[in-house]
């Protein structure tokens, strides 16, 4: 009979949870598990505010009676006597005062919000879900009772600035209500572009805080011009105040909003029992986008390819290929007349730089470059695009023989002068990238290794060995998707160079591979430059032990290339 009451109990308060929207939910939720906690926060968050103005609201008091003569009016009304040098003593004590409350209130706050995070989290008794939840739920808690304090303190200041100067009033109710209004309006009006929007959020509410406060200030200028001022500037420096700092409060508190709505399924996993952690949505998922046969960027798409040829087949459209590259799609496409085969290249808006990287190595490399014709690029909607001639191409999974035909293919081209010229201005190479720095934790991991110091002390004669091999383009291991030719299987290319940059000859070899005749005397310093690069790889990696044996093979290897032409003057 318990039970069921119990599971009918449960029934009832999921029903109910499931009916609230989240941000009242994690309210409920807050109270439920930390009521005193939550209440004294929103209490210290609201006085720490009006403290906040006070401190900085009577030094302009303090100012403004040292400026006048004689006694203030208002002096004469105390039931008490007073001079006017006692009373700025007693304000600038005040301010202090205010100033102190102000900072003593906020670590109350944050030990209140940090005791209530862990109440939260050993509650529900979770597993660890992922890096840094502790600090994520306190994050969370702390905003969430500052957003109570900002709502608190917006509400009551609005009331006596409604008194002291219902037109800077009205001015900060329109600030906000048009703020709200532009926003909904366009989270309505561009459901594709919503995280767009979510993303510049922080940016259009820090704009319209601060065209709120000159629209107030305008109002004042209008009154004085125009129409009737408060009698008292301390009423007008008041209603500047309470108009800045409730159009601040409010800002303050929508920032805090976007921080809970960013995480809200990870909170709602962590604060909820009958809540689990998903898979996260994917991030950059804009480019999904040219999947959808009537979504405007793959309308562009396919306009572009017609401009570009033609006769294009419109009914066989884009055929995916598996590319095996986060964020970058692959299509083909074929003409209907001449039978020529194209890739499409999509990439996402977050791989903008290693689109441009391709372009510009493609635009500039000569014919010998084991790579298909890049025929034309263009942006749509921030996408870049980039289409290959791959006639009498096919694509193919990497075998060993192919990489090793790859390679010795690029090691037969010669990189041009002026785009060697671009990159050695821009990125080290490995002779610069291996030195003391990048071997200091390595020496903590493994100190007092002998194969480390021998490597230190022989590293300016490898460096000077290394850097007298010839200069090739190079792709890192496991970036390559290949073709192979249709007539001549010994063909192959690379459809993506993302990520290709200049080397010592090497670069990506696992071992020395067979060369024409001009290279054959350069094997020993060769395999100094492949060692170097897996030593670099190693150190990436904390591989420490590895990179030690590798330190150990070149300290060798060094031994039988300092006999060789290459290393003589």
Not at 231 to 257: C, V
Not at 419 to 431: A, D, G, P, V
Request: aromatic residues 10%.
């Amino acid at each position: 009979m318990k039970l069921k009451k119990r599971q009918a109990k449960s029934n009832i308060s999921d029903a109910v949870s499931r009916s609230l929207p989240w941000p009242l939910l994690f309210g409920a939720k807050y109270l439920q598990v930390n009521f005193l906690e939550t209440l004294l926060g929103t209490l210290l968050a609201l006085t720490a505010q009006i403290a906040f103005i006070a401190s900085f609201l009577l030094p302009l008091k303090i100012v403004m009676l040292m400026a006048s003569d004689g006694t203030p009016r208002f002096l004469r009304l105390l039931p008490i006597s007073m001079e006017k040098d006692q009373l700025i003593i007693m304000l600038a004590t005040f301010s202090i005062a205010a100033y102190i409350f102000y900072q003593f209130a906020n670590k109350i706050i944050d030990k209140v919000t940090t005791r209530g995070a862990a109440k939260l989290e050993s509650r529900n008794r979770k597993l660890v879900l992922f890096e840094g939840q502790h600090d994520l739920i306190r994050k969370s808690y702390r905003n969430y009772v500052e957003i109570a304090g900002n709502i608190c303190f917006c509400l009551l200041a609005a009331l006596p600035l409604f008194f002291l100067y219902p037109e800077v009033f009205y001015v900060v109710l329109a600030v906000l209500l048009t703020t709200t209004l532009v926003i909904i309006t366009l989270w309505i009006s561009i459901p594709g572009n919503r995280e767009a929007i979510l993303s510049s959020m922080p940016a259009t509410l820090n704009t319209s805080s601060t065209a709120g406060f000159f629209f107030i200030f305008a109002t004042i200028i209008l009154d004085y011009a125009f129409f009737t001022l408060p009698n008292s500037i301390l009423t007008i420096l008041l209603s500047m105040i309470l108009g800045r700092q409730i159009l601040n409060q409010a800002q303050q508190a929508a920032n805090k909003f976007l921080f809970l709505n960013r995480n809200q399924q990870r909170l709602t996993a962590l604060l909820f029992h009958n809540q689990a952690l998903s898979n996260p949505a994917p991030k950059n998922h804009q480019i999904y986008q040219f999947l959808q046969p009537e979504h405007e960027v793959q309308v562009q798409l396919k306009e572009f390819l017609r401009e570009l040829d033609d006769t294009m087949d419109n009914r066989e459209g884009l055929k995916w290929i598996d590319s095996g590259l986060n964020n970058i799609f692959f299509f083909t496409t074929r003409s209907k007349v001449t039978n020529a085969s194209f890739l499409v290249k999509v990439f996402n808006k977050n791989k903008t730089q290693e689109a441009r990287h391709e372009e510009t190595l493609l635009s500039s490399t000569p014919s010998e470059l084991p790579s298909p014709p890049l025929i034309e690029t263009t942006v749509i909607s921030g996408f870049h695009i980039h289409v290959l001639d791959i006639t009498g191409l096919n694509f193919t999974q990497p075998a060993p023989e192919h990489e090793k035909s790859f390679r010795l293919s690029l090691a037969e081209v010669k990189v041009p002068p002026s785009l060697w010229s671009s990159y050695r201005r821009s990125k080290k190479l490995i002779w610069d990238r291996i030195n003391q720095d990048t071997l200091k934790h390595l020496k903590l991991a493994l100190p007092d290794q002998d194969a480390v110091a021998q490597f230190e002390d022989n590293l300016p004669l490898i460096r000077k060995t290394v850097k007298l091999l010839p200069i090739k383009i190079s792709l890192p291991k496991n970036q390559q998707n290949f073709l192979i030719g249709n007539s001549n299987q010994n063909q192959v290319v690379c459809a993506h160079w993302g990520k290709w940059c200049i080397e010592p000859i090497g670069h990506g070899w696992n071992k020395v591979l067979g060369l024409s005749s001009e290279n054959d005397k350069s094997a020993e310093a060769i395999g100094l430059a492949i060692n170097l690069f897996k030593i670099e790889n190693s150190l990436e990696k904390q591989c420490f032990n590895n990179a030690l044996s590798l330190m150990s093979d070149t300290n060798e290897l060094l031994k039988k290339t300092t006999d060789l032409s290459i290393v003589q003057e």
